[in-house]
């Protein structure tokens, strides 16, 4: 497990926010089309995904990048 993912799980945990949750607030952020698999994808740190999705992650949950 990267520092990435576990930085968002951690967030996660203490926020009480669910995975789905951040999918949507990421969405909101995000101005690419997201679906759940490349969310995972993002957050168990993904090479192939496009930088911006774990951009736009960090920024919502307020972590480093």
């Known amino acids: ?3 990435f993912a576990k930085n968002v799980k951690n967030k996660l945990n203490e ?3 669910k995975q789905k949750d951040l999918v949507e607030a ?5 101005s ?20 911006q999705v ?3 992650i960090a920024k919502v949950l307020k972590i480093q990048f």
């Open 1 to 3: 497990m990267t520092d």
């Open 15 to 17: 926020s009480g926010m």
């Open 26 to 30: 990421v969405r909101e952020v995000y």
């Open 32 to 51: 690419g089309k997201l679906n759940p698999a490349v969310m995972s994808l993002a957050i168990n740190g993904d090479n192939n995904v496009y930088p």
């Open 54 to 56: 774990k951009i736009a």
